[in-house]
């Protein structure tokens, strides 16, 4: 699976839009990008997943470069409820695994 | 709906004990099982997966097992644990065949002594 960079720690103010970026220029056609969140002591939490279109569900909203070589996770309206780890993985279609590397740490600052 | 047990939330072993964590979902039948563990400040590290019984597949070489006895169990086992075995250890599980959207247990958090 490819390698994703993500920024080590970002942070927002509550109520206004965060957008999270992950690099994984090494995609290859048949891989996703998923987006994972852990919030401190708790498992990872499933957010959403795209291959090339941009992906829209009630947590976020995720939208992928034409090349695919990043992507960009939304939230819209951050929460504190939101500060959490953030990982961007990317994952062959047929794969069984996730490889979860270090994450951002996102702050929603009150 | 879909739920997933860990038991138990935390355990405090000595070193050189036995270790046995149990992890089963509710509501799916044949899922992927999963076993990963995260260290103090450090990221997730998958142990284990398993796509059916008896079927189980190891991704770290350590003094951890895993067995599933039955669809919808999964156990993490040791003989003799080390004090790096410390840490969270994550169950998850994900539609068979996917593997992408992995939905986790709470977690047992372990400190060995």
């Known amino acids: 699976d490819a390698k994703t960079t993500q920024p080590t720690s970002m942070d927002c103010a509550e109520g206004r839009a965060a957008n999270l970026p992950c690099n994984h220029s090494?995609?290859?056609?048949?891989?996703?990008v998923y987006w994972y969140r852990q919030i401190h002591s708790q498992g990872p939490q499933y957010i959403i997943h795209g291959l090339k279109n941009n992906e829209t569900n009630e947590m976020a909203s995720l939208i992928i470069t034409e090349d695919r070589k990043s992507s960009t996770l939304i939230l819209p309206h951050a929460t504190l409820r939101d500060t959490a780890v953030y990982y961007c993985?990317?994952?062959?279609?047929?794969?069984?695994?996730?490889?979860f590397g270090g994450g951002t740490r996102f702050i929603v600052k009150p | 709906s879909q739920t997933i047990h860990q038991w138990p939330a935390t355990l405090v072993q000595p070193v050189g004990s036995p270790l046995s964590l149990e992890c089963t979902v509710e509501g799916t039948s044949n899922p992927n099982l999963y076993w990963y563990r995260q260290a103090a400040g450090r990221g997730l590290q998958l142990l284990f997966y398993?796509?059916?019984?008896?079927?189980i597949s190891s991704e770290v070489p350590q003094n951890l097992s895993a067995s599933r006895p039955q669809d919808r169990q999964f156990i993490l086992s040791s003989k003799k644990l080390l004090l790096s075995d410390s840490g969270f250890y994550l169950c998850?599980?994900?539609?068979?065949?996917?593997?992408?959207?992995?939905?986790f247990g709470p977690g047992t958090r372990l400190t060995v002594t």
């Open positions: 398993s796509v059916g019984i008896g079927q």
């Open positions: 993985i990317v994952r062959h279609y047929a794969g069984n695994m996730l490889t």
């Open positions: 998850a599980w994900s539609v068979s065949r996917t593997g992408g959207e992995q939905y």
């Open positions: 090494t995609i290859s056609g048949n891989e996703y």
